[in-house]
């Protein structure tokens, strides 16, 4: 089969399609079919050596996938059959044309939805699900501020803090994300780039501030994120897109507040955690994709790029110029 490989770290350019082995299901495995998958941060780091998949998980890369069933493993429970069409969540490998998937991990597409909005699906909204749900215990009527809103994991959390009839603030870097942003539900958003985010956060939440941050970015946003949260606040860190290095009175602005500090990384978690989230996604949020629902969900695609082009897709997202999702067709 072929599948997105590099030799040696570095930049996109490294980044080439090569055959490699086609991989058989073990016990309790199901093999599918990938017809498309998408990118994330994790690619590009596991793509510069900084990122290393998981004790026992596949080096390709790729975290999630779209594409239907193509066999089975001894052990599987009968729940998938040849042919169905289902998306997952992946430890790696989703970039190829077939991988492995523990039938756990495995997620009905809904029929109406194509394989290219289903690839759009799992690694953001489960991650930005489990941050919202299982970290944050998101509740009705809580002020939640989304660091990068236009990318996948947010645009995905916007639309579930409107389902959890909270209230989505977002930060991006251009009119254009921000515009996506509300377009997708955002109440209010905010250009990091020209100004100040905690202060418009503290005017439009009258002073009293945000209840959950949800955080990809980091050390330089550390004073800003404590002036716009409230007392007794969440902020969940997911992410060190500006590096993790703190320099001032951390603890004591966050003791002052009441407030706590919560860390999740959703691909070192255990497969037994992953089912759980997974479980709770398909049976709570999975039926509001369908067509005909209110609120009615929908994955946001920013481009396609066939699997030749990994790289460009790669330059892409270094780039920050994608809003949402950015998908690779398989051959």
């Not at 997105?4 to 930049?11: M, Y």
């Not at 998958?37 to 596949?58: C, V």
């Not at 970039?95 to 699906?121: C, N, R």
């Amino acid at each position: 089969m072929l599948a997105a490989c590099f030799d040696c770290p570095g930049g996109p350019e490294k980044l080439y399609v090569k055959e490699v082995e086609k991989p058989h299901p073990g016990e309790g495995e199901v093999l599918v079919k990938v017809s498309a998958s998408a990118l994330n941060r994790a690619d590009l780091l596991q793509r510069r050596g900084k990122y290393p998949p998981p004790k026992g998980a596949s080096d390709i890369l790729g975290l999630e996938a779209a594409g239907s069933v193509a066999g089975l493993g001894p052990g599987c429970k009968g729940r998938w059959k040849t042919g169905d069409a289902v998306m997952a969540l992946l430890s790696g490998g989703g970039q190829a044309e077939y991988v492995t998937v523990p039938e756990g991990y495995l997620m009905p597409i809904p029929h109406d939805m194509t394989f290219i909005q289903a690839a759009a699906i799992p690694e953001a909204w489960l991650t930005a699900f489990q941050l919202l749900h299982f970290v944050g215990k998101v509740q009705k009527g809580e002020r939640v501020l989304i660091h990068a809103g236009a990318s996948g994991v947010g645009m995905a959390a916007i639309q579930l803090v409107r389902l959890a009839k909270a209230i989505p603030i977002v930060t991006a870097g251009t009119q254009e994300k921000l515009k996506a942003t509300a377009n997708t539900g955002a109440a209010a958003g905010f250009n990091y780039k020209n100004e100040d985010f905690s202060e418009k956060v503290l005017t439009f939440t009258q002073g009293s501030g945000v209840d959950i941050i949800l955080d990809c970015v980091g050390g330089s946003y550390w004073e800003k994120n404590l002036n716009c949260l409230s007392t007794d606040g969440r902020w969940i860190i997911y992410g060190l897109l500006s590096g993790g290095e703190v320099h001032g009175d951390l603890f004591a602005r966050l003791l002052s507040k009441r407030a706590s500090i919560h860390t999740s990384l959703l691909r070192s978690r255990d497969k037994e955690a992953s089912n759980g989230y997974q479980q709770s996604f398909t049976e709570d949020v999975l039926p509001y994709f369908s067509g005909g629902t209110s609120p009615h969900l929908h994955p946001v695609v920013d481009s396609i790029y066939p699997l030749h082009e990994i790289a460009e897709a790669h330059r892409l997202m270094e780039e920050n110029k994608n809003i949402g999702k950015i998908v690779i067709k398989m051959p």
